[in-house]
């Protein structure tokens, strides 16, 4: 039985192949401030119960139906397991509960079957999902949100979660934005109580280098979550990943952070640590499209490891990227890739088609950039048409689902790098389309 009073957990749905680093970083900060939380991942438990079906399921992008309906399924395929969990949640005085959009509707249920069981236990809410829904009822939570939390967190965690447990006063029930000043003495996950060695991606562990980003793309949701851009200490970074080798045995580290070249400088100096701590170590990120960059740097991110890099294109007409507010243009785009190119830097891009104004020539010349460039841009990440996200600076009308030019454009898209034998993964195509849409 846990001496701790609080527990930070994530319910069904979320991506269950790593262990939660947002809860993770939580936990570790709440140590060094002398609060003992546990982490418990019921979505990996619940994951790793479920027969072969469900988990294919469990992994398939925006399942709307599906995750509105696991918590009965859970309930129904595994009643014993469910009521243990139940029960396991209940030791605790504290519930902190990792929100995404994929399992706020689980996090929910279970919360009402917690507050059935134990009037007195304290529910906190937050993660993405409760700053998206802050933004989506302009401020103001839906009524079934709202009334089963003791504590709603918008923004980042720890400065709320810390001033929540230790009982200084707070302002009402909702926290707005108290981010903390610095990461730099941050203190890293280490993921205390928690089998790393059961996740489905083995040695593997996410590393988040900084918050926020230096961009302001119209159509992004980071800025909501995290006001301005910070960096961790390069020590700290590399201590982590000693940590995780050392501890873990740890062979890949996935960066979660919006850019891993924000701060070109800093990048640099990670590469150079990297390369002097270990040599090499499998890493992978997501990278914006810069001109400032020099080739020398790319070369050293190859040395040190780096096996793969997501890269947000979004689009190649010029006109687009400026009403996207992407911070770049073709030119820069095409000078990039040809310099990840040069040091064999595996990538992908992702792709939007259907933006706001984005007319039939802006669609076509994306469209050939991507055939014509396909000796040095080695995959596609992922292609969308535009998807609107709460408190963006986008039209809502232009969503995919009242905008069937952009789900035409994206069937052509596919069409076609597909007949060009343009590399991709099928999973990624559309897999921001709600799966409903999709099956239509
Ligand atoms: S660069 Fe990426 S993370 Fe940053 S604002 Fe643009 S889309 Fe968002």
Sequence with gaps: MTKNKVLLTILPLTWPNMPPIGLGFLQAFLEEKGIGADIIDFNHYFYALSGQLLQKQWVVSCNTSFEETIFS???????????????????????GFSC???????????????????????????????????????????????????Y??????????????SGKKCRGKVARFEQLQTLKDIPFPMYYGVDLKRYPKKHAIPLQFSRGCI??????????????????SRESILDEIAYHKEKNNTKYFIFYDSLINANI?????????????FGSIH????????????????????????????????????NTLKNMNKGFSYDDALGFFN?????????????????PDETEEDFRNTLSFIIRNKKIIPQIA???????????????????????????????????IKKNKIRHTNAFLGNLIEKNDRDK
């Design 73 to 95: 399924l859970i309930r129904e395929n595994h009643p014993d397991e469910f009521d243990n969990v139940i029960e396991r949640m209940l030791a605790y005085d504290v519930i």
């Design 100 to 150: 995404f959009k994929s399992n706020l509707s689980m996090s929910l249920c279970v919360a009402k079957v917690l507050k059935s069981k134990k009037t007195d236990v304290k529910l906190v809410f937050g993660g993405p999902e409760i700053t998206r829904q802050f933004f989506k009822g302009d401020g103001v939570f839906r009524e079934d949100i709202f009334q089963p939390a003791d």
């Design 152 to 165: 709603l967190i918008v923004g980042e965690g720890e400065i709320p979660l810390l001033n929540y447990l």
């Design 215 to 232: 961009r302001r793309c119209n159509f992004c949701s980071e800025r909501l979550l995290y006001k301005g851009f910070r960096t961790r």
């Design 265 to 277: 400088k800093e990048l640099d100096l990670l590469c150079d640590g990297i390369i002097e701590k």
């Design 283 to 318: 890493w992978e990120a997501q990278i914006a499209v810069r001109n400032d960059m020099d080739q020398p740097l790319f070369y050293k991110m190859k040395q040190s490891g780096c096996y793969n890099l997501f890269v947000g294109l979004e689009s190649a007409s010029d």
């Design 339 to 355: 310099a990840l190119h040069k040091e064999r830097l595996f990538f992908g891009v992702s792709i939007i088609v259907g933006y």
């Design 382 to 416: 992922q292609v969308n048409p535009f998807t609107y996200y709460d408190g963006t600076n986008t039209d809502k009308m232009s969503d995919y689902k009242s905008n069937p030019v952009a789900m035409e454009r994206m069937e052509i898209f596919v069409g076609e």
